[in-house]
């Protein structure tokens, strides 16, 4: 079984703390669309013919386009691959995207999983990170999202806003329970240098919120989660029974992956890959016939030290016995360093793994870096 991503690089504005790969500009959308179905035909063999049980859409913000275009790549998909008949396929929209006759549109062309870029339920806080919705958005979205029967329904959420204290993130959390959805993904902010808020951290009228301020809003995310009847399966995401993101999992469990358009990566087990991160070199790269994609074959150490950082981030841990592949003299000095972290209590052995502590989630990419070979 494998997945698909399809990533869709369109926009309506620009959030301030985002630094994917999109545009504003969407006069290239009919474009895009004929590309990444020439695309899919290109690279069909990539899955050497496994069943698709997962297509994401992502971006961008996919639900921003026409529907018609989103159609015509799931039909291409269709007449490519062999799709499991109870595939998980999940569109990225926000909320001043949805409206009735979307929904309908996207049901009928089997979309059955929505995640809604939410980030805060604060106006004032929107208008600081330049989100295009209100709050009153978010909550009309989800209840067109519901009448239509859609039950498999994910929102994100950002925590360590600078300025903000642990009630403001008490509340958002709240606003969210309320609404009774089976998933939430929620990420700490980071500010990275090639954005809006870059640039004002440069100059000095932003500053990032102390760590030790993070961690109690983290550390509240993980206690109201369990609370409130949710597990966290990775550090950034937390599931009532039933509604894991299959789509993600596949990528912190190993499982293989084709990515469609633009920035978008890919990996077969044997080697991982990315796509030319500009639209018009993408677009002009598919008609010419020219090459728009990177291929590099993965090393024993690369095989290696992706598993220890994806699964070490997730509820199924690490197991040692998976890379009996590492020479012995390897495997020992990752024994004696996981033993050490599990006598510092940041490492937990269940009896099949090892999984982190929710101290340990705090220093999940120190510790995975440690363990590198």
């Given at each position: 079984?494998?997945g698909?991503?399809?990533?869709?690089?369109?926009?309506?504005?620009?959030?301030?703390?985002?630094?994917?790969?999109?545009?504003t500009?969407?006069?290239?959308?009919?474009?895009?669309?004929r590309?990444?179905?020439?695309e899919?035909?290109?690279?069909?063999s990539?899955?050497?013919?496994?069943?698709?049980?997962t297509?994401?859409?992502?971006?961008?913000?996919?639900?921003?386009?026409?529907?018609?275009?989103?159609?015509?790549?799931?039909?291409?998909?269709?007449?490519?691959?062999a799709?499991?008949?109870?595939?998980?396929?999940t569109?990225?929209?926000?909320?001043?995207?949805?409206?009735?006759?979307r929904?309908?549109?996207?049901?009928?062309?089997?979309?059955?999983?929505?995640?809604?870029?939410?980030?805060?339920?604060?106006n004032?806080?929107?208008?600081f990170?330049?989100r295009?919705?209100?709050?009153?958005q978010?909550?009309?979205a989800?209840?067109?999202?519901?009448?239509?029967?859609?039950?498999?329904?994910?929102?994100?959420?950002?925590?360590?806003?600078?300025?903000?204290d642990?009630?403001?993130?008490?509340?958002?959390?709240?606003?969210?329970?309320?609404?009774?959805l089976?998933?939430?993904?929620?990420?700490?902010?980071t500010i990275?240098?090639?954005t809006?808020?870059?640039?004002?951290?440069?100059?000095?009228k932003?500053?990032?919120?102390?760590?030790?301020?993070?961690?109690?809003?983290f550390?509240f995310?993980?206690?109201?989660?369990?609370?409130?009847?949710?597990?966290q399966?990775?550090?950034?995401?937390?599931?009532?029974?039933?509604?894991?993101?299959?789509?993600?999992?596949?990528?912190?469990l190993?499982?293989?992956?084709?990515g469609?358009?633009?920035?978008?990566?890919?990996?077969n087990?044997?080697?991982?890959?990315?796509?030319?991160?500009?639209?018009?070199?993408?677009?002009?790269?598919?008609?010419?016939?020219?090459?728009?994609?990177t291929?590099?074959?993965?090393?024993t150490?690369n095989?290696?030290?992706?598993?220890?950082?994806?699964?070490?981030?997730?509820?199924?841990?690490?197991?040692?016995?998976?890379?009996?592949?590492?020479?012995e003299?390897?495997?020992?000095?990752l024994?004696?360093?996981?033993?050490?972290?599990?006598?510092e209590?940041?490492?937990?052995?269940?009896?099949?793994a090892?999984?982190?502590?929710?101290?340990?989630?705090?220093?999940?990419?120190?510790?995975?870096?440690?363990?590198?070979i």
């Amino acid at each position: 079984m494998a997945g698909i991503y399809i990533h869709i690089p369109y926009c309506k504005v620009k959030c301030h703390y985002c630094d994917f790969h999109f545009s504003t500009q969407t006069d290239s959308v009919s474009e895009m669309i004929r590309a990444i179905c020439s695309e899919i035909e290109i690279r069909k063999s990539y899955l050497q013919s496994q069943k698709i049980e997962t297509i994401y859409f992502g971006g961008g913000t996919p639900g921003f386009i026409p529907e018609k275009f989103l159609k015509e790549i799931l039909d291409k998909i269709y007449n490519s691959f062999a799709v499991d008949a109870d595939a998980e396929i999940t569109v990225e929209c926000n909320p001043d995207d949805i409206t009735e006759d979307r929904v309908k549109a996207f049901a009928e062309m089997g979309v059955n999983r929505f995640s809604l870029g939410v980030q805060s339920f604060d106006n004032d806080v929107l208008k600081f990170m330049n989100r295009a919705h209100d709050a009153d958005q978010i909550y009309h979205a989800v209840e067109i999202a519901k009448k239509a029967d859609f039950q498999n329904i994910t929102l994100d959420l950002i925590y360590g806003i600078p300025e903000k204290d642990l009630n403001y993130w008490k509340r958002q959390l709240n606003e969210f329970y309320n609404l009774e959805l089976p998933h939430l993904s929620s990420y700490s902010l980071t500010i990275e240098p090639k954005t809006f808020f870059g640039a004002q951290q440069k100059t000095g009228k932003l500053f990032s919120k102390a760590d030790e301020l993070v961690l109690k809003e983290f550390q509240f995310l993980m206690d109201s989660s369990r609370d409130n009847g949710f597990e966290q399966y990775e550090i950034s995401n937390f599931a009532k029974p039933g509604y894991i993101s299959r789509h993600n999992s596949s990528y912190w469990l190993g499982k293989h992956y084709l990515g469609i358009g633009p920035s978008a990566h890919s990996y077969n087990g044997s080697d991982r890959g990315w796509n030319v991160s500009n639209n018009a070199v993408y677009i002009r790269s598919i008609k010419e016939h020219s090459e728009f994609h990177t291929r590099e074959k993965l090393t024993t150490e690369n095989k290696c030290n992706d598993y220890l950082l994806t699964r070490l981030r997730t509820k199924w841990g690490i197991d040692l016995d998976d890379l009996n592949f590492i020479e012995e003299k390897r495997q020992n000095i990752l024994k004696r360093k996981t033993e050490n972290y599990c006598r510092e209590g940041l490492l937990i052995n269940s009896g099949t793994a090892l999984v982190l502590s929710d101290i340990g989630k705090y220093q999940a990419d120190g510790i995975a870096a440690d363990l590198f070979i």
